[in-house]
């Protein structure tokens, strides 16, 4: 397997883990990458990937997410597929190598936690449901259309957002 930097390696766990989930597309990716950054960052004062996300009408968006993705697919790793769903077109990913050979030697025990935490929570939802869900989120709601989401924002969450155990 060609080797894989920290960031292709989170998005390696992601598809594997959510590919077969039929809500799984562009957009919910988006939604797992955010919350996984952003939690993460709440907790440790550190983000996983360290992607800057952009306040787009749709939730936050990764900056970096189509050169990660072509960057895998360039490597073979990935492919991506369109289908329709409901009048819109669905962009998915899949792994092209076995699950079990996707290498996640640069994440933490905590960081794949994480993932897979956010993986579960969302991925039941449709891409509407975790777009509207992401833009009640105080980072998001906090920052204007096109800006940059600015990390800190994650210590003024509410209780439903929160993952902080420090919150009262």
Same mark, same amino acid.
């Not at 060609?2 to 598809?15: A, G």
């Not at 996300?53 to 790793?77: C, M, S, W």
């Not at 092209?96 to 994480?114: F, R």
């Given at each position: 397997?060609?080797?894989?930097s920290?960031?292709?390696q989170?998005?390696?766990?992601i598809?594997?883990n959510a590919?077969?989930e039929?809500?799984?597309g562009?957009?919910?990716?988006?939604?797992?990458?955010?919350f996984?950054?952003?939690?993460?960052?709440?907790?440790?004062?550190k983000?996983?990937?360290?992607d800057?996300?952009?306040h787009?009408?749709?939730g936050?968006?990764?900056?970096?997410?189509?050169?990660?993705?072509?960057?895998?697919?360039?490597?073979?790793?990935i492919?991506?597929?369109? +289908?329709?769903?409901? *009048?819109?077109?669905? =962009?998915? %990913?899949?792994?092209? &190598?076995?699950?079990?050979?996707?290498d996640?030697?640069?994440?933490?025990?905590e960081?794949?936690?994480?993932?897979?935490?956010?993986?579960?929570?969302?991925?039941?939802?449709?891409?509407a449901?975790?777009?509207?869900?992401?833009?009640?989120?105080?980072?998001?709601?906090?920052?204007?259309? +096109?800006?940059?989401? *600015?990390?800190?924002? =994650?210590? %003024?969450?509410?209780? &439903?957002?929160?993952v902080?155990?420090?919150?009262?």
């Amino acid at each position: 397997m060609p080797q894989t930097s920290k960031d292709e390696q989170v998005y390696l766990h992601i598809i594997g883990n959510a590919q077969d989930e039929q809500n799984f597309g562009k957009t919910l990716f988006y939604k797992i990458l955010y919350f996984s950054d952003f939690d993460y960052y709440e907790k440790n004062n550190k983000p996983i990937t360290g992607d800057k996300y952009r306040h787009i009408t749709h939730g936050p968006a990764p900056t970096h997410f189509d050169n990660i993705v072509e960057q895998l697919k360039r490597k073979g790793l990935i492919k991506e597929t369109h +289908r329709t769903v409901a *009048d819109k077109t669905q =962009v998915r %990913y899949h792994l092209c &190598i076995p699950n079990e050979q996707v290498d996640s030697t640069l994440l933490s025990k905590e960081e794949l936690n994480e993932l897979n935490r956010n993986i579960r929570r969302l991925s039941g939802m449709t891409a509407a449901q975790a777009s509207a869900y992401s833009n009640q989120d105080m980072p998001v709601k906090a920052t204007p259309d +096109r800006e940059i989401i *600015d990390y800190d924002l =994650v210590h %003024y969450r509410n209780a &439903i957002f929160s993952v902080s155990e420090n919150k009262n």
